[in-house]
C-alpha cells in the first residue's frame, strides 16, 4: 500500500455524466490524487469546462460526446479510450435523467422507456463494457478494476410519479451486486453510492433556497450535499483501498435515510 492510500497514479477512470454535478465530483475526486479521467457527455462546452478544471488539479483528461443510450456507441467508446490510454482502472456509471411524471397515472410508456434506456440501459452497457476490459486485463496477468453505479435514495424510498427512475437504480443496484459476485475472481470490485438530495444548481436560486431550508430541517446533518462530498468516495472506491470492498450501497446522505419521521 503507497503512503498515500488513495494514490491514482497511472490509473484511468470512465465517468459517464462526468461534466457537471456529482459526476464532475467524482472526476475531481480521483484527478486530486493523481488519476487520470476520461468524461463521457453529450454537452460540448461543459465537456471542454470540464476537462480545463480537471487539468487545473494537475490531471491528465479528454471528454468523449458518447450517448450512453446507444450501445454501439458505448462498445466503441471503450475501444476508443483503451486505445488512448492503454487501460481502464475504474468506470462510474453516473450518466441519468430526472423523471417529468408527477404520478404514475400520468407516466406514459414513453416516460417509462426514455428514462430507461439512459438511466438503466445505458448504465448497463457501460458497466458490461469496462467489465470486460478490466477481465481481458486481468487475463494477461494484471487484476483489479473499480465499477461503480450511482444510484439513489429511490432505491429504498417509494416516490409518487418517479416509479421509473427508482427501478432503474432498484435494478441497477441489483445488477452491481451480482458483477460483484461473478467478477470478483479477477480482482474487480463493484459497489453503488446511494446519495441524498445532492445541490447542483440545476433549478433557480429562489427554489434552491427553499431546497436548503427544507432539508436542513429534516437531515441530521442540516445542509443539503454538495458534489464536493463525492470527492472522497470516488478517490476511495478506485483506489486500492477498496480491494476488498465490493456488493455494496453506500449511502452518503447525511444520515437521512435512517432518521425516523416520528423523531420530534
Request: hydrophobic residues 45%; charged residues 15%.
Amino acid at each position: 500500500m503507497p503512503a498515500n492510500m488513495f494514490d491514482l497514479t497511472g490509473k484511468v477512470a470512465v465517468i459517464t455524466g462526468g461534466n457537471s454535478g456529482l459526476g464532475l465530483g467524482f472526476a475531481r475526486g480521483i484527478a486530486r490524487c493523481g488519476g487520470d479521467v476520461e468524461i463521457w457527455a453529450r454537452n460540448a462546452a461543459r465537456n471542454a469546462e470540464a476537462v480545463a478544471e480537471l487539468e487545473a488539479l494537475g490531471a491528465k483528461a479528454v471528454a468523449r460526446a458518447i450517448d450512453v443510450a446507444d450501445e454501439q456507441a458505448v462498445i466503441a467508446g471503450f475501444a476508443a479510450a483503451v486505445e488512448q490510454w492503454g487501460r481502464v482502472d475504474t468506470v462510474i456509471a453516473n450518466a441519468g435523467i430526472p423523471p417529468r411524471s408527477t404520478s404514475a397515472l400520468d407516466m406514459t410508456s414513453a416516460d417509462w422507456h426514455g428514462l430507461l434506456a439512459i438511466n438503466m440501459h445505458g448504465a448497463f452497457y457501460t458497466l458490461r463494457e469496462g467489465a470486460r476490459v478490466m477481465v481481458n486485463r486481468a487475463q494477461a496477468g494484471e487484476p483489479g478494476g473499480s465499477l461503480i453505479m450511482c444510484g439513489s435514495l429511490s432505491i429504498f424510498h417509494g416516490l409518487p410519479g418517479m416509479g421509473n427512475y427508482a427501478a432503474a437504480k432498484a435494478g441497477m443496484s441489483a445488477y452491481i451486486r451480482s458483477l460483484a459476485v461473478e467478477f470478483g475472481k479477477y480482482g474487480i470490485r463493484a459497489n453503488i453510492i446511494a446519495p441524498g438530495f445532492i445541490e447542483t444548481g440545476m433549478t433557480d436560486e429562489t427554489t434552491q433556497e427553499n431546497l436548503r431550508q427544507h432539508f436542513a430541517a429534516h437531515t441530521p446533518i442540516p445542509r443539503v450535499g454538495t458534489p464536493e462530498d463525492f470527492e472522497g468516495i470516488a478517490a476511495y472506491l478506485a483506489s486500492d483501498a477498496s480491494s476488498f470492498h465490493s456488493g455494496d450501497t453506500i449511502v452518503i446522505d447525511g444520515a437521512s435515510l435512517v432518521f425516523p419521521p416520528y423523531h420530534f
